[in-house]
C-alpha cells in the first residue's frame, strides 16, 4: 500500500538551531516528491519538486534532498518565521494507469522560538 | 503566488442544508482537486477532474459532488450536509502532465451544526 510517513509530528527549535524533517514513503512508481508549508488555517504553499534520488533543491534556509526510500527538509539557522507545518507529498501511478495519485503525510509541526 | 481561489473561507450551517463551496483557477490548468484535511491530520483527495466535463472520485469516499463546467471553475456540492462533514476542504489545480505541482486555495473551513 503506498504510504508516506513524517517525522517528528512536532519538532521546536530556538531560533538559530539548524535541523531535518524526515519524509519516508513506500509508493509504486514514483512520479515526484513534494514539499508544501502550510500556515495554521490556510492551504499548502509550494516549496519544492524533487524527481530522483540525489538530486537537491534549495530556497532561502530551507533544503530538500531525496534518496529512494525517504526526503529530508534541512533547516538551517530557522527563524521565528518559518514556524509552520511542513508536508510531504509523493505522486504515484494511479490504479487507473492515468491519474498521477497525490499522497500526502501528516505533516510536522514547527516551532521556531526566539 | 498561485492564482486559485475559495470561497467562503468558513461556513457554519445547519444539518439538513444544501452548500456549496466554490473553486476557481485564472492559471488554466486543466486539473483540479478536492481535498478534505481534519486538524492536524493529512490531507485526503475526494474528488479530481482531468477537464471540462470530466470528474472522478478520489481515494477518501464523499458524499459530496462536484462540476466541471468551464475549465477555471471546480465547485463541490454537498446536497444536506451533517456535523460528520465539518471539515477543512482544500482545491488545488496543476497543468496537465505527470509530474507537475499542484497549486491550493485558501481553504473553506465548514461546520456543520
Known amino acids: 500500500e503506498d504510504q508516506v510517513t513524517q517525522s517528528p509530528e512536532a519538532l521546536r527549535l530556538q531560533e538559530g538551531e539548524s535541523s531535518s524533517l524526515n519524509c519516508s514513503y513506500t509508493?509504486?512508481?514514483?512520479?515526484?516528491l513534494f514539499w508544501y508549508r502550510q500556515d495554521p488555517g490556510k492551504g499548502p504553499e509550494f516549496l519544492f519538486t524533487?524527481?530522483?534520488a540525489g538530486e537537491e533543491k534549495e530556497k532561502e534556509r530551507l533544503k530538500a534532498t531525496l534518496t529512494k526510500k525517504e526526503s529530508f527538509l534541512h533547516i538551517t539557522a530557522p527563524k521565528p518565521e518559518d514556524s509552520a507545518t511542513y508536508l510531504c507529498?509523493?505522486?504515484?501511478?494511479?490504479?487507473?494507469?492515468?491519474?498521477?495519485?497525490?499522497?500526502f503525510g501528516a505533516g510536522t509541526r514547527l516551532a521556531v522560538h526566539p | 503566488e498561485a492564482d486559485i481561489y475559495q470561497t467562503p473561507r468558513y461556513l457554519v450551517i445547519g444539518t439538513g442544508k444544501k452548500i456549496t463551496l466554490e473553486c476557481s483557477q485564472t492559471?488554466?490548468?486543466?486539473?483540479m482537486y478536492w481535498y478534505q484535511q481534519d486538524p492536524g491530520m493529512e490531507l485526503h483527495l475526494i474528488h479530481y477532474?482531468?477537464?471540462?466535463?470530466?470528474?472522478e472520485k478520489g481515494d477518501l469516499s464523499s458524499e459530496s459532488t462536484v462540476s466541471r463546467i468551464r475549465t477555471e471553475h471546480f465547485p463541490l456540492t454537498l446536497e444536506s450536509a451533517r456535523p460528520s462533514h465539518t471539515s477543512q476542504y482544500l482545491c488545488?489545480?496543476?497543468?496537465?502532465?505527470?509530474?507537475?505541482?499542484?497549486?491550493f486555495g485558501q481553504g473553506t473551513r465548514l461546520t456543520v451544526v
Open positions: 488545488a489545480s496543476s497543468e496537465r502532465g505527470l509530474n507537475t505541482e499542484a497549486f
Open positions: 509508493v509504486s512508481g514514483l512520479r515526484g
Open positions: 524533487l524527481y530522483s
Open positions: 507529498a509523493v505522486q504515484a501511478v494511479g490504479g487507473d494507469g492515468g491519474y498521477n495519485k497525490l499522497i
Open positions: 492559471m488554466g490548468h486543466d486539473k
Open positions: 477532474s482531468y477537464g471540462v466535463n470530466s470528474t
